[in-house]
């Protein structure tokens, strides 16, 4: 029986206290995830199309979405991103297009990671593992940074940008953290990859897709970065120097020395 493999295959528990829901249209491909997950610890809901993939999200509030790109209603994109528009829970696309244009938009609307159809259960339960364990990691070991107009709260996973919290992605909050704990250091995109994503093999187009939403959230000009700047042919680097406080509104005098507020000759 599936739900004996399932013992089998999943010796630990890795998804212990997790709320995961998961969205497919196919009965048989729900029962097999579910069993799988549920055998990993998670509290598994499921749906079979958007309405009700959006509904239970907003009373569940999972902590990790498994989300089939071609689903009954509106497609997994716009799924992702309506659910992107209220909350940072983690996303995992499925998708029978293996085409890096197909990847690159999920990614656009806020996706987190994607899995091939036909996958292996257990490979399921792994990315799931792995995405949370990431975020769990970050949050546990490392403190809080201020950066000039950056400040990371690791307990809280925000990250506010003059002292306004920033709407991310899972997947964005760890790849701006892992660039704020690295001021002026390149950081190659396979490297990246490896560190922030935990992929050993990987589109490290998925890199810059996620550069560069970050870049619209940060820059004043995203099209001219001064942050997250890239070093040509080789990765990106988190530049100090773009987060100094911004220069006074032209027109306005700086405000006054304190010599001058003493009336100092």
Do not use: C, N
């Not at 690159?104 to 339960?125: N, Q, T």
């Amino acid at each position: 029986m599936a739900s004996d493999r399932a013992a089998d295959a999943v010796r630990a528990r890795p998804l212990d206290g997790r709320r995961v829901l998961v969205v497919d249209d196919d009965p048989t491909l729900l029962e097999i995830a579910a069993t799988y997950l549920s055998a990993a610890g998670a509290t598994v809901a499921t749906a079979p199309d958007s309405v009700r993939a959006l509904h239970a999200a907003q009373e569940g509030e999972p902590d990790l979405v498994v989300l089939d790109r071609m689903i009954p209603g509106v497609d997994g994109l716009e799924v992702a991103r309506r659910l992107r528009g209220r909350s940072s829970v983690p996303i995992i696309m499925l998708t029978a297009l293996g085409e890096a244009e197909h990847r690159i938009e999920g990614l656009e609307a806020g996706v987190d990671d994607y899995l091939a159809k036909p996958f292996s259960p257990r490979e399921l339960v792994l990315r799931a593992e792995a995405l949370l364990r990431r975020s769990i990691a970050q949050q546990d070991v490392d403190g809080d940074v201020t950066l000039g107009r950056l400040h990371l709260d690791a307990a809280a996973r925000t990250i506010s940008l003059d002292g306004a919290p920033l709407t991310l992605t899972a997947r964005e909050h760890d790849l701006l953290a892992h660039l704020v704990r690295r001021p002026g250091r390149t950081l190659r995109r396979d490297e990246l990859l490896g560190e922030v994503w935990g992929w050993t093999i990987g589109d490290v187009s998925t890199i810059t897709v996620h550069v560069r939403r970050l870049r619209e959230k940060i820059e004043r000009d995203p099209s001219h970065p001064r942050i997250i700047t890239t070093v040509w042919g080789v990765g990106y680097r988190l530049d100090p120097a773009g987060l100094d406080p911004a220069p006074a509104p032209a027109g306005l005098d700086p405000a006054p020395a304190e010599s001058e507020k003493r009336g100092a000759p």
